[in-house]
């Protein structure tokens, strides 16, 4: 697989490819769902954004990790969609005016497709490599102060476009192949 070539490459850790891999599987589960209800969501993109989306890791370990990673991969050669999903998939997104205050590029880094928005929340719902229940995201979100309505709008979105809670969505999935 391309995206564990570049993680080796890259020195990445076994527990940001471990953290990686689960992440890929959640945003797989939610992108073929999506698919599943008609919407036209790219799962191999999906898969190959979620793949890499903590590569930035292998380099830096602050917020900074996703517009590094996105260079990372960019320089690469990877599609840019992929790029995107991993520039984009730090917290629930950051605006250019966050962006700024936190020492990075003036850049729009909020998930704006569908499938930024897919791999952004299944990280969130990833704690290592071990899928768990959103309110821990959230209640990370409220202990470091982060913006915690931008957190929950992105679920939100999500359920009204699928039409059904992700988060159960991915519980139930689990649960019927695990």
């Known amino acids: 697989m391309e995206s564990l070539a570049l993680h080796r490459k890259y020195g990445s850790s076994d527990r940001v490819v471990s953290h990686c891999k689960t992440v890929a ?13 008609g919407e036209q969501v790219d799962v191999r993109m999906v898969v190959a954004g979620a793949m890499l989306h903590d590569i ?7 917020v900074m990790h996703g517009v590094e990673g996105s260079h990372i991969v960019g320089n690469e050669g ?3 969609k992929v790029v995107e999903i991993v520039q984009k998939h730090v917290g629930a997104g950051i605006s250019p005016p966050e ?8 850049l729009d880094l909020i998930p704006s497709t569908l499938e930024e928005r897919i791999v ?9 490599d071990r899928v768990r229940p959103f309110d821990g995201e959230v209640r990370r979100f409220s202990m470091k102060k982060h913006d915690v309505p931008r957190l929950l709008n992105l679920k939100k979105r999500l359920q009204e476009e699928l039409g059904e809670d ?10 019927g192949t695990g």
């Open 120 to 128: 952004c929340f299944a990280d969130k719902m990833v704690d290592g």
């Open 25 to 37: 599987k959640v945003a797989e589960i939610l992108a073929e769902e999506f698919n599943r209800r």
């Open 166 to 175: 992700p988060e159960k969505v991915i519980f139930d999935k689990i649960k």
């Open 56 to 62: 930035g890791r292998s380099r830096v370990q602050t």
């Open 99 to 106: 962006a700024k205050s936190l020492g990075l590029p003036d």
């Open 78 to 80: 990877v599609d840019r």
